[in-house]
């Protein structure tokens, strides 16, 4: 069981980012060419030159011995989730003290891990890959590829609930110039099962399921034997290429 804890009062809208300590894309290439195909996930700084991108596809390619028509693709694939990511740069969200439901469902090699909790999606000081390496350590899931994994899984759903939320901060303006505004429907679960934080919990400081839902919220862990692939396979799941610097973070922990 998890408790999200939240701080201080904070501004109703920023600056689109991600609602993270770190201000980092989730990034996930998944490349195929002539039967061999390279999977990755990882974690990308938006203010790193392009130049960073086209180094770190050529070292990639070199160091897993791929052959180098890989290159052109995983860089079209990065720099095009790097693009959208940065079109929303510049434009408002709403941040407010509000929780929502992550799920996590991934197989990593040989561990499958399925999880949900909630998190406050108003707390700039979150951060994934603390709170993965936490879980990881209490599951005693020893595979250093499954934190990593955990922490892009959440940021793609975060990044997901952001950029919906400037679309309907983008709504919201037009409508107040007196124009008609584009209908606007998510089709994010997160952001669909969204509760207000202090309607539900009052003015206490953190949430806290209550424990007769307490199997709801409970991971599961399974390790699963090896599968044969037809095709010749590069796995590089989830390592992360960068990572943020260690600091105390007491906005998760677990009961």
Known sequence: MKTVSLGASRPSTVNFRMPTRDNLVPIRVDVEVDGQRYRDAFTWNPRDPDSEIISFAKRTAKDLKLPANFVPQMLQSIQG?????????????????????????????????????????????????????????????????????????????????????????????????????????????????????FKYFGSKGSVIRKRKEWYLYEPVVDVVASEEDGKEEVNNSSRPKKRAEEEKVASLQSL
């Open 81 to 197: 989730q790097l693009a959208e990511f940065r079109s929303y740069e510049g434009q408002e969200m709403q941040i407010k003290e509000k929780i929502v439901p992550l799920k996590i469902d991934l197989r990593v090699n040989n561990t499958v891990i399925r999880d949900q909790f909630l998190w406050d999606i108003g707390n700039l000081d979150s951060d994934p890959e603390e709170f993965a390496r936490t879980l990881c350590d209490d599951l005693n899931i020893t595979d250093p590829e499954v934190g990593p994994a955990i922490a892009v899984s959440i940021r793609e759903q975060l990044y997901e609930i952001a950029s919906q939320s400037v679309s309907v901060m983008r709504e919201k303006q037009m409508s107040k110039k007196g124009r008609r505004a584009p209908e606007f429907s998510s089709n994010s679960k997160a952001v669909n099962n969204a509760v207000d934080l």
